[in-house]
């Protein structure tokens, strides 16, 4: 697919930041898979659904309308007609979202609004687990950006400090195993390197160094 760039990786690794940064460098969308997965859990959270439970997820998915769209190049998920924004962005909503999207009929109701996110031909940067795997397996270019989890979870406790001061910082480390395994052990859609990806370990890189990194790999097979 042309002009579609996937970012698949653990949580940490720094995906949401460079691909934000990509997009804005080469002028394309910036889909953000996560939220949508965060947006649903938040909703089920809201409403004291059993995030363990297909029938009552089931349920939830069929209640539910989620759409995007397109704000000044960011892509901006509403539910039943509200923007979620900030709200969705706390650990406790990361490990609901990786808990739910495990279950098949959570992936299927969001499957094909990102796809469609990405038919438009004018260029998408699309960050999450799945993306070079199951929703754009024949994009143009796929990176997977790994990081080892001590820095993973340094950068989130630093994150979280700028966002909330230093409180909750006991449940990062526990949090991010526990969506690590969940994520990468599912049976749908789980995380996983795809054929045809550049594995980026960002350890001991910064956000300008791996996007430089992309951008002459991007650059480079356009040449
Ligand atoms: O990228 P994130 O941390 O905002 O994602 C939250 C959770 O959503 C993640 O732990 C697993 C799930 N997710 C997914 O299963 N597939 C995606 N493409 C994106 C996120």
Do not use: W
Not at 55 to 63: D, G, I, N, P, W
Not at 108 to 117: G, I, V, W, Y
Not at 190 to 209: A, E, F, G, M, Y
């Amino acid at each position: 697919m042309e002009n579609v760039i996937t970012i698949d990786g653990p949580a940490g690794a720094g995906k949401s930041t460079v691909s934000k940064a990509l997009a804005a460098r080469l002028q394309y969308v910036y889909l953000d898979t996560g939220a949508l997965y965060r947006a649903l859990a938040y909703k089920a959270l809201k409403h004291n659904i059993n995030v363990n439970s297909s029938a009552e997820l089931a349920e939830l998915c069929s209640t539910t309308d989620v759409t995007l769209k397109n704000i000044d190049g960011k892509i901006t998920v509403y539910v039943d007609g509200n923007d979620v924004g900030d709200k969705i962005r706390t650990e406790e909503v990361g490990l609901a979202a990786s808990t739910i999207s495990a279950f098949p009929v959570v992936r299927e109701k969001l499957l094909s609004l990102q796809r469609e996110a990405g038919a438009g031909g004018g260029g998408i940067v699309a960050e999450g687990r799945d993306m070079g795997s199951v929703v754009f397996p024949d994009a143009q270019f796929k990176f997977f950006l790994d990081a080892n989890i001590e820095e993973r979870i340094r950068r989130r406790r630093t994150e979280l400090i700028q966002k909330n001061g230093p409180g909750g910082l006991d449940s990062v480390s526990r949090d991010m195993q526990a969506r690590d395994h969940q994520d990468s052990q599912r049976k749908t859609a789980p995380l996983t390197v795809s054929p045809n990806t550049i594995i980026i370990d960002s350890t001991s890189l910064d956000i300008s160094q791996v996007v430089e990194i992309i951008l002459e790999r991007v650059s480079s097979r356009h040449a």
